[in-house]
């Protein structure tokens, strides 16, 4: 089948949804963008009804940049399992909406994708705040759900069975950053995050953490989610005088972040943000300044994991960019998923949750996937970044590394 995308305005989408009703409709492949597969693939010409596969990504609101990544791996992954002979021999559809980051108007599409849609399968949103808000509904009506966007771990100690973690959980984000710290002789730490799930959680996980390896907090502040200005923050910040700063934010504030230090002579040794840094866009707009900035990442093109080679391959080749390891995660949700249909040989949604809750399989990203009986993702190995000129190399932990950390960050001034 032809590769076909299909982009229009839900007819009749109640108008509190605003642009929230964007479909976007993947069916069919290109036989040249190939990558490994989770499972061994049904072979033949993809016949009959589609499998519609439904999610609601933010593709605008202060996460779109973010979502978009996410959006466009599942439908390069729903291409290139039709290329395949489809799932369990039927073509994929994939029915994409924009819950414009907003974990309200998310919840109302998980509810429309199963009640109006009628959607077979589901997969995850971007972002905590919104999967923990959507996760009630997939919950309720018993659809199992892949978190392919999404890692606080509060999402999975509420006792739910039908939402599984794809990676790891956001408050281990940092491990390797104060690791890193520690072994450079480092010994005072600042935290700020945005107040909202995912950054909160990284702020505490990252606090817990310093303390047992024996760093001092000096200090530990949050910010107003969308915010626009953050220097009175950073002049207290500067007049703590951390050793190392570690951000819980997102792509848009932490650039922010590091404009407002350098406008305000915020000068530490160590610094790092969770999802903004390991962006292309965070070098691509700060230049320069992204230099000697860590970060944690999910998956990076460098990964000798399985497949990976041709996935970065098929993604630049369709989308005409990199991808980031939010792409990374959206298309592994995907194969995770694929692999848990064929487990089960039945798109029954009860065996799918089975298969998932004892799946053990490899895909793009670092580690296996495996879940507790929680659904908390157990085996991914997340990885630690640096900007070192144009490039992020990963730079720990050290099997992976493709780079040896530059240390320590000099003085804005003195660049």
């Given at each position: ?336 998923l694929e692999a848990a249909v064929l487990k089960a040989k039945s798109l029954d ?10 799946l053990e399989t490899d895909t793009v990203l670092p580690g296996k996937y495996k ?45």
């Open positions: 089948m032809n590769t076909r995308t299909r982009r229009s305005i839900l007819a009749g989408a109640p108008a509190a949804f605003g642009l929230a009703g964007l479909i976007l409709s993947a069916c069919g492949g290109d036989a040249g963008e190939s990558a490994a597969p989770a499972a061994p693939s049904t072979g033949g010409a993809a016949k009959g009804a589609p499998v519609k596969i439904g999610a609601s990504v933010s593709t605008t609101g202060s996460n779109g940049k973010t979502g978009q990544y996410q959006v466009e791996a599942y439908q390069l992954w729903a291409e290139q399992i039709n290329a395949r002979g489809g799932l369990l021999g039927r073509p994929v559809e994939m029915v994409i909406l924009d819950d414009q980051s907003d974990p309200t108007v998310g919840t109302k599409l998980y509810e429309k994708l199963i009640n109006e849609d009628k959607v077979d399968l589901v997969l995850g949103p971007y972002s905590s705040g919104v999967t923990q808000a959507v996760s009630t509904v997939t919950e309720k009506y018993k659809y199992p759900m892949l978190s392919a966007g999404a890692s606080a771990s509060d999402i999975w100690k509420r006792n739910y069975k039908y939402v599984f973690g794809v990676y790891s959980v956001a408050e281990s984000y940092f491990y390797g950053v104060i690791d890193l710290a520690k072994k450079n002789g480092l010994k005072t730490i600042a935290i700020i995050n945005e107040d909202t799930v995912f950054p909160k959680a990284t702020a505490a996980g990252t606090a817990e953490y310093a303390r047992k390896e024996g760093f001092r907090i000096v200090f530990q502040e949050q910010y107003p989610t969308k915010v626009t200005d953050l220097s009175s923050l950073i002049t207290k910040l500067k007049a703590a005088k951390p050793e190392v700063l570690v951000g819980g934010s997102y792509q848009p504030d932490s650039v922010l972040i590091t404009r407002q230090a350098k406008e305000l002579d915020l000068n530490v040794k160590m610094l790092a943000f969770s999802v903004g840094a390991a962006m292309p866009e965070f070098g691509e707009g700060l230049g320069k300044d992204a230099d000697f900035i860590f970060g944690p990442s999910m998956w990076e093109p460098s990964l000798k994991t399985k497949g990976n080679s041709e996935f970065e391959a098929s993604y630049k080749k369709k989308w005409n960019r990199d991808p980031d390891y939010h792409s990374a995660t959206g298309f592994a949700g995907g194969q995770i949604r009860e065996k799918i949750r089975e298969a998932l809750s004892t879940v507790d009986d929680t659904g908390t993702q157990l085996s991914h190995i997340p990885v630690v970044i640096q900007w070192q000129g144009k490039d992020k190399p990963v730079i720990g932990p050290d099997a992976m590394a493709t780079a040896k950390p530059k240390f320590p960050m000099p003085e804005w001034k003195g660049r």
